[in-house]
C-alpha cells in the first residue's frame, strides 16, 4: 500500500511539473506569435509601451523584447577593418561618461540601423528591460570564433551576452547567437528561442564569464580548461551530444594509435560525416553503437589538419588533429 500510495505521488507531481512547463511553453509561444505581428515600432519608448500593454508577467515581457531584437536587428556583418578607438579622459567619472555615452549611441544606431554586432544586441535588450523595470545585467566574456584558437589563452574580452532576473531566478540570454546564424559569410535571419533561458551546461561549452559571480553561476571551468576544449557550433549546442573523449581540442595522434571519438546521445540513425582541413567531399567514418555510445573512427591523417565532424548534415564541432 506505502508502495502504490509513493507511486501515485511520484506520478502526480511529476505529472504536475510537466503539465506546469508545459503551460509556461504555451505562453511563451503565445508571445512570440504576438511579437510577429508588431509592425512600424517608431521608436524604443513606442517598443517599451506596446511590449507592458500586450503582456503581464516579467517573463513574458522579457520573452517579448527577446523575440522582437531577434526578429528585428541583423548581425553587422562587415568585412571591413575599423581602426581601434581610444577614449580620452581625466578621471574614471569621465570615462564612465564617455562610455556611458558611447552605448547610448550604440543602442540608437542598433535600433535605426536595424544592424548591430553582440553589444548593440546586448545594450538594447539591457534599454528595453530597464524600462520595463526588468532586473538584468549585461555580461561581459569571452567566446571563441573558429577551431584555430584552441589552445590559445583569450586576453581579451571580445562577446557581451544578458541575464534576466524573472521567476525567482536568474535566466542567460544571448541575442547575438538567437537572432540568425552566419552560412558562407552571409546572415542569415532564424529567432533561436533556445538561447532564451539558455541551459548552462551548453553554455559554458561555449561563453566564458570575465566576472567571478557568473563564472560561479556558470560553475564554469577555468580559463586556461575552456581555451583547450573542442571548438563547439551552434547545432551542438542545440544536441543532445556529450562527448566522452578526448576532451581536449587538440589531438595527439602516434604511427600507431587509431583515431577516434567516443559520444554520448547519438541516434543511432543519424547521419556522421566528416572531413579535415582541405578536403573537397565528405567522407564517411566508421561507426560502432553500444548501447547509448557511438565510437566513431576516423581514418588517420598524413599531417597536421582540423576535424570536422558533421551529425545529420550540420557542422557541430571542430578539432586540432596533431600527427606524431
Partial sequence: ?????????????????????????????????????????????????????????????????????????????????????????????????????????????????????????????????????????????????????????????????????????????????????NYRGVWQKYLDVSFFDVNKDKLRLTHFPSKVFWRKYLKQKPLKEFCNDPFFHDSFLTSNIEIITPKLGEIKVKKREKLYLKLKGIDKKASILYTYSNDKYLRVPHVKNTNSTSRIYFKKPKENTNLNIYVNNELVMQYKVLVE
Fill in 1 to 181: 500500500m506505502k508502495k502504490s500510495l509513493i507511486t501515485f505521488l511520484l506520478f502526480t507531481v511529476s505529472t504536475f511539473i510537466f503539465s506546469q512547463e508545459g503551460v509556461f511553453d504555451v505562453k511563451l509561444t503565445k508571445v512570440d506569435k504576438i511579437i510577429h505581428s508588431y509592425n512600424n515600432i517608431k521608436s524604443i519608448n513606442h517598443l517599451v509601451e506596446k511590449i507592458d500593454y500586450d503582456f503581464e508577467t516579467n517573463i513574458e515581457k522579457a520573452r517579448a523584447v527577446y523575440t522582437w531584437i531577434a526578429l528585428n536587428i541583423a548581425y553587422e556583418n562587415s568585412n571591413v577593418l575599423f581602426s581601434p578607438e581610444f577614449l580620452i579622459y581625466q578621471n574614471k567619472e569621465s570615462l564612465k561618461r564617455l562610455k556611458d555615452y558611447k552605448n547610448r549611441q550604440t543602442i540608437v544606431e542598433a535600433f535605426e540601423t536595424k544592424k548591430a554586432v553582440c553589444l548593440g544586441y546586448a545594450l538594447l535588450f539591457n534599454k528595453v528591460c530597464n524600462a520595463l523595470k526588468i532586473k538584468n545585467e549585461l555580461i561581459y566574456g569571452y567566446t571563441r570564433s573558429s577551431v584555430e584558437q584552441i589552445g590559445k589563452i583569450v586576453s581579451n574580452k571580445n562577446h557581451v551576452w544578458n541575464a534576466v532576473y524573472v521567476e525567482n531566478e536568474w535566466k542567460l540570454i544571448d541575442l547575438t547567437y538567437g537572432a540568425g546564424y
